[in-house]
């Protein structure tokens, strides 16, 4: 029996390469990455880089798909995916993310995205993170915590072009916006989703294990609460979130019978 196809989307500063280790714990050789335009991939000239672009672009891709999909989003990625569950469910047949937090009314932007929503000190911020050389870049994804393979892959796509996305895409998202868009996740319920919450996410970047789980029973979602598992799991520990996802899959409707 043919799977239902599998839609991983990543976040920021990463590429489509993270996915490899989740892909193979997951033995989905099949699975499609997709890369939010600016990370990873060039965007079109004519692409604005806002939330709202993100949300509509992912639909435009989903659409190329012959039957739901289940779409799972990690950082970026994840609050891309959860917006599309509150506005195309019928795109999907579930849905994962690990960056519900941020919908919450009481989220608070990370500091370095505060940074990034400023103008004057978010464009200096950006050509310190992402205009040197490889080995500067090695050192800003080290200082963001991760390691290894992760640390080498994501460094080797932070370009210029992608911290042009990230400003425009993260001051299209100043307070209140995301506390606004959180008003519609009564309508992600329309699909199963799955809140990853990842309970050694010491930073809580994408929101405190309170806000993820206020969100999570606004959307409808189930919660996987992972621990051991920090925000870079996808390279550092997909194993949990592995098992998280399969077990969530195993549980829905088969779509030949429904």
Known sequence: MPHTPLVLVHGNPETAAIWGPLIGELDRADAVVLSPPGFGVPAPRSFNSSTTAYRDWLASQLELFRTPVDIVGHDWGGIHVAALAMSRPDLIRSWASDALGVFAPDYVWHPRAQVWQQEGPGEASVQELWGGDLEQRLAVTSALGMTGRMAERVAAGMDPEMGRAVLTLLRSARQ??????????????ESPGLALIAVDDF?????????????ARQSGARMAH????GHWWPEETPAPVAEALTNFWAELPDPERS
Do not use: D
Request: proline residues 6%; negative net charge.
């Open 226 to 229: 992972l621990e051991g598992v």
């Open 176 to 189: 209140p916006a995301m506390a606004e868009a959180g008003r519609l996740l009564p309508s992600a319920a």
């Open 203 to 215: 930073e809580r970047a994408s929101g405190t294990l309170v806000q993820h789980e206020w969100a």
